[in-house]
């Protein structure tokens, strides 16, 4: 078992206006085998956390931890936070010109694993992924994400998932932009990766419709930068009736973040 712990985690950013703190203080374990869902309204600081961990270098940690079976997630590059077993499924993927789907996977995988995956078995298992993906196999010749709709684009996030199994996966916001259908073939994929055990799962979102696919086993309530609440699944259906306004008020809801860190 591999855990993930996020301890008093305060991260800010740079604005116009001048540094904005955006967690102030946030806590949280995961460990693999484990469904941890996130949800809060815009500007509560969700995607921040995500990003965070992940390494961009426009968010600033000024006080707090991360670690991966103790080892400091903070001290490494994200490509070694790659390597770790963290991954990022992103809100809004970016296009890759001038790199095909199929260079792009084995070389990731590749270097995540630290060898090349034999051709026959990795084009095997690429195949038999898009098509539970129901990703056209016409795919793997494009460039990564290039014209591609929004939907294709969370569909791939969801087979590098699979792909590369990693111990941790963030997903944020996996389900905006999604039709109905679409979403069942993404949390199809999501619960296959989860199925054998040896992945945690940390999923970020505003709403409580992808839970009914993806089942999480803890839900924590992100207000202002802060967890403010933390449940079972039971809290996510009381989000679904109650929305968020109760938090809001308690935080201060003037004291919202001027700048959306969804």
Do not use: C
């Not at 996020?6 to 949280?28: A, C, F, N, P, R």
């Not at 999480?216 to 679904?240: S, Y």
Request: hydrophobic letters at 40%; zero cysteines.
């Amino acid at each position: 078992m591999s855990t993930l712990e996020i301890k008093d985690l305060h991260v800010s950013i740079e604005t116009e206006q001048g540094t904005k703190e955006i967690l102030k203080g946030v806590s949280l374990t995961i460990r693999t085998g484990e469904t941890h869902a996130i949800m809060g309204p815009n500007g509560s600081g969700k995607s921040t956390l995500a990003s965070t961990i992940a390494g961009h270098p426009r968010y600033n940690v000024t006080s707090g931890t991360i670690t991966l079976d103790g080892e400091d997630v903070l001290e490494m590059s994200v490509d070694e936070r790659a390597r770790a077993g963290v991954f990022l499924a992103m809100q809004y993927p970016v296009e890759v010109p001038g790199v095909s789907m199929t260079n792009f996977l084995r070389t990731a995988k590749t270097a995540i694993d630290g060898e090349a995956p034999k051709l026959r078995t990795w084009t095997k298992d690429v195949k038999a992924a898009m098509e539970q993906l129901r990703i056209d196999a016409d795919f793997a010749q494009r460039n990564v994400n290039e014209g591609f709709s929004g939907g294709e684009k969370k569909r791939v996030e969801i087979l590098q998932l699979e792909l590369f199994k990693p111990k941790f996966a963030i997903l944020d916001e996996t389900d905006s932009g999604l039709d109905v259908d679409a979403l069942k073939v993404v949390s199809e994929g999501v619960n296959r990766a989860h199925a054998e055990g040896k992945m945690g799962t940390l999923l970020i979102t505003h709403y409580t419709r992808i839970l009914r696919y993806i089942k999480p086993d803890f839900v924590h309530v992100f207000v202002d930068g802060q967890v403010v609440e933390e449940g079972g699944p039971e809290l996510a259906d009381r989000l679904e009736e109650e929305g968020y306004d109760r938090y809001a008020k308690g935080a201060g809801a003037a004291a919202a973040p001027a700048v959306a860190q969804a």
